[in-house]
């Protein structure tokens, strides 16, 4: 019997089976992930609150993840038609969050792969899709979809890091799919082209807009949001899990209602949907789009849940990190860096009480109360985006709320080790 079964091998889940293994030296814990861990998603910032718990797991892990920050100078603004604006005073926004500590740039896979390879041989199991469990006195068993078959696993404790369409999150609270916010969002990484000069630009605003960031190894991520009708959400993927392209697993594909197609085809689609969305953008920008692999491209919508409603983060031996417990919109940059935070509490607390459900309650409790707040602010923020109103931002918020200013004590190894 395993101390803890963690689904999903994302930031959370990854960051979590770390900080288990630290607080309690000798914890059989398995992070089972549906996906293989080939280079996937596009680029997000950790917040210094961030940094500081992944240096409260394991500092080792924070200076791995800095091998891949991308630098860059000031963020070049144009408007819609690509006439190139004031940029705010000082390039504030940087600056000042840089007096709260270490934010860097990465890139989603490099988050993944630089968590995924300090763990103990034999912690990550990909090929393992969450199907449900079982709750016994002991703990719970959990079964997963594999290649050869499903297999039953069993632990003290049940761990979902399974992202914002939570599998684990519905069969612990059956509430249901999280609300779109009338958004659709198109991103990939892709070679930087000839001539190429911008390493860190927006163009458009307030509403729709297409952001290019430099990555190393010259490499692009390009990344194009824009508002999008509900009743044509399932042109986008409908409620595909986020990111998730065609051939990770085999499942989207049928979910996306394309029948046959392959999943090249499927990327150009998406291409010419975000060129339409588009047109009469710069043409070398939209060009960036339509030379990129249509295997690169992702496309969906936006979710969200309402605060009010994720007030639960464990229940009896199962509890939820990340995305799964508190899925916010991504206007505050703090999607990650919550994940951390949480991942580093869950770890404290099973270091203290073991694998059982008072660590999760204990966890729950320091939790709920800060990671709400973050995620209530960053919906406040995406309807001010939305409507086009004037009002505080990002970095205003994650100053002046303290989010970034978040310091987190070290993790200090249980005495006990192994229990059983
Ligand atoms: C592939 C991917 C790429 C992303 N890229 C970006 C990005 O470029 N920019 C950005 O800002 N945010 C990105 N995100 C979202 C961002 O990383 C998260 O919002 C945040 O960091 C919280 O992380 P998380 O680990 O809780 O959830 P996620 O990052 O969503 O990770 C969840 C993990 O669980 C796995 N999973 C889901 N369902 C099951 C199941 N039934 N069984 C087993 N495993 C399952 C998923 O494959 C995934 O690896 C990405 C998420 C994913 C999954």
């Not at 297999?151 to 003290?156: D, L, Q």
């Not at 960036?288 to 409603?309: C, K, N, Y």
């Not at 703090?334 to 459900?357: H, K, N, V, W, Y």
Request: a negative charge.
């Amino acid at each position: 019997m395993m101390d803890a079964i963690v689904v999903g091998g994302g930031p959370s889940g990854l960051a979590t089976a770390h900080a288990v293994i630290q607080a309690r030296p000798g914890a059989r814990v398995a992070v089972m992930e549906r996906s293989d861990l080939r280079p996937r998603g596009a680029t997000f910032g950790v917040c210094p609150n961030g940094m500081r718990a992944l240096e409260a797991i394991r500092p080792e892990l924070k200076q791995a993840l800095m091998q891949h920050h991308c630098d860059y100078e000031q963020r070049v603004i144009y408007d819609r038609t690509g006439t190139r604006m004031p940029s705010p005073p000082g390039d504030s926004g940087k600056t000042r969050i840089l007096q709260h500590g270490e934010y860097i740039q990465v890139a989603w896979h490099s988050l993944q792969s630089t968590l995924a390879e300090a763990l103990p041989p034999g912690t990550l199991h990909t090929g393992h899709r969450f199907l449900g469990y079982s709750e016994s006195s002991g703990g719970v068993a959990a079964q997963f979809e594999t290649a050869q078959g499903v297999r039953t696993i069993e632990a003290g404790v049940l761990i979902g890091a399974d992202g914002g369409q939570s599998a684990v999150r519905q069969a612990l609270l059956g509430d249901g799919p999280p609300q779109f916010l009338g958004m659709a969002i198109w991103r990939a990484v892709r070679p930087r082209p000839a001539g190429w000069t911008d390493d860190h630009a927006v163009w458009g605003g307030i509403g729709q807009s297409i952001m290019v960031t430099a990555l190393q190894g010259d490499l692009l991520c390009w990344q194009a949001f824009r508002p999008w009708p509900a009743d044509k959400l399932h042109l986008i993927g409908g409620r595909r899990q986020a990111y998730i392209q065609e051939n990770d697993g085999g499942s989207a594909a049928q979910q996306d209602g394309v029948g046959s197609a392959s999943p090249s085809e499927l990327g150009a689609e998406r291409i010419r949907r975000c060129l339409d969305a588009f047109n009469e953008w710069p043409p070398h920008v939209l060009d960036l789009v339509a030379t990129t692999d249509p295997l690169s491209v992702t496309e969906h919508g936006q979710f969200f849940r309402d605060p009010d409603t994720c007030q639960a983060y464990a229940r009896g031996c199962v509890a939820l990190v990340g995305d799964a417990a508190h899925l916010g919109t991504p206007m505050l940059s703090q999607g990650c860096s919550q994940a951390l935070e949480d991942a580093l509490e869950l770890g404290r607390a099973i270091g203290q009480f073991g694998p059982t459900p008072e660590a999760l309650a204990a966890y729950e409790a320091v939790r709920v109360p800060a990671a709400s707040e973050v995620q209530r602010w960053s919906f406040k923020l995406l309807r001010q985006f939305q409507q086009g109103q004037p009002g505080p931002s990002e970095v205003d918020v994650n100053i002046d709320q303290g989010f970034i200013k978040r310091q987190h004590a070290p993790l200090v190894p249980a005495v006990t080790a192994r229990s059983g």
